[in-house]
């Protein structure tokens, strides 16, 4: 988070703009980063390492901005609808894929723009690779891979009768590595790449959560030439993916468990000077809990208010929430929640998340 908001100052102080919006009303955030998405990649390629301005060097993420301003790419993890609830055709209109429609926090239209060079993941048909979508803000649900039809063209926007009826890769609560609030964190699920394909192509990704009617859309342009993963048209020319870590594993196979809890944390209502706030409690797969303690770190000044469904303390910027006297024992693989109100400005993220059961 606190690399995220020196990228959202320094654009300010060099574009000389009054603000940089950062999520406020939105709960999870996340986009592919495997095969990246066109804002995760036009955010990569625009934003300038030294002073933290959106400055697109790829022509196509340059017409988007031209478009849509760049606020957006600053937001590029929250392409989202509140009130998805995993629908697609007949929610969203055709030609609005890549933006979730117009119904979203953020205006992502710009990344509906017909073209062919936007930043492009190369890749090989039929191969097993790891999918990964960042993770900005943890929330359980189900992510859907979709590949265009042979068809399709780039020179027209995405419509739904250009994809395949049904997703070639698919997976419900996928293990995490990294994050959240951070450009680098993860969740990740082993796959194979839809046979039969060459050339241009555009994967669609649909993330549903479990947990609220929030649904997450995206595209990624793609190449199936052989590649392994490697990115062309953005700024520093080529990337490779990173290692993979941990090794590759059959996606359905459960996460390991840590033996102890995890939390989440989602802002579910923001107002000025205020906000309301959920925190999940996940008992690990393979174990139940019979008590559990979360903690966190306020990012900026805000303050706890009231809580609900826990016993919670505040002193200084530390949280220390523990569970009521009727909630402590959460059966394996389940999870309990507990709500609060803050005040101050709603945060995208909590620092220093995390949970125990001693």
């Not at 009130?83 to 509906?112: E, H, K, V, W």
């Not at 020319?237 to 459960?254: I, L, S, V, W, Y």
């Not at 979360?294 to 002193?315: F, H, K, R, Y």
Request: glycine share 12%; with cysteine; hydrophobic share 35%.
């Amino acid at each position: 988070m606190r690399k995220f908001l020196m990228y959202a100052v320094a654009a300010v102080l060099a574009a000389g703009l009054g603000a940089v919006l950062m999520p406020s009303g939105a709960s999870a955030h996340g986009a592919m980063m495997m095969p990246g998405s066109r804002t995760f990649l036009c955010y990569k390629d625009g934003r300038n390492p030294q002073t933290g301005a959106i400055e697109p060097t790829n022509a196509a993420c340059a017409a988007a901005a031209a478009q849509g301003g760049t606020t957006p790419f600053y937001n590029w993890f929250a392409v989202l609808r509140s009130d998805g609830a995993g629908r697609m055709a007949g929610f969203i209109p055709d030609g609005q894929l890549c933006s979730g429609g117009t119904g979203g926090p953020y205006n992502f239209t710009g990344f509906n723009l017909p073209r062919s060079d936007w930043p492009l993941t190369h890749l090989t048909a039929g191969t097993n690779v790891r999918f990964r979508y960042n993770d900005w803000a943890k929330h359980p649900g189900t992510f859907s891979l979709y590949i265009t039809k042979d068809t399709w063209s780039p020179t027209r926007a995405l419509a739904w009768s250009d994809l395949e009826s049904t997703p070639f890769s698919q997976v419900t609560n996928p293990p995490a590595d990294g994050g959240p609030g951070t450009d680098d964190g993860n969740y990740w699920w082993d796959g194979r790449l839809p046979t039969g394909k060459s050339g241009r192509h555009l994967i669609y990704s649909v993330w549903s959560r479990s947990d609220s009617t929030e649904t997450f859309y995206g595209c990624s342009d793609v190449v199936f030439d052989g590649g392994n993963g490697e990115v062309t048209g953005i700024r520093g020319g080529t990337t490779t993916p990173p290692p993979t870590n941990p090794p590759p594993t059959d996606p359905t196979t459960p996460p390991p468990s840590s033996g102890s809890c995890t939390a989440m944390f989602n802002v579910s209502q923001a107002w000025t000077g205020g906000f309301q706030a959920e925190v999940m409690v996940h008992a690990p797969t393979n174990a139940s809990i019979g008590k559990w303690t979360v903690t966190w770190t306020w990012p900026g000044a805000q303050t706890l208010a009231q809580s609900w469904s826990s016993t919670t303390t505040s002193s200084g910027s530390l949280v220390t929430a523990k569970n009521a006297a009727w909630n402590g024992t959460v059966a394996a693989g389940q999870y309990v929640t507990f709500g609060l109100l803050g005040s101050g400005t709603a945060p995208a993220s909590v620092n220093n998340l995390s949970c125990s059961t001693a």
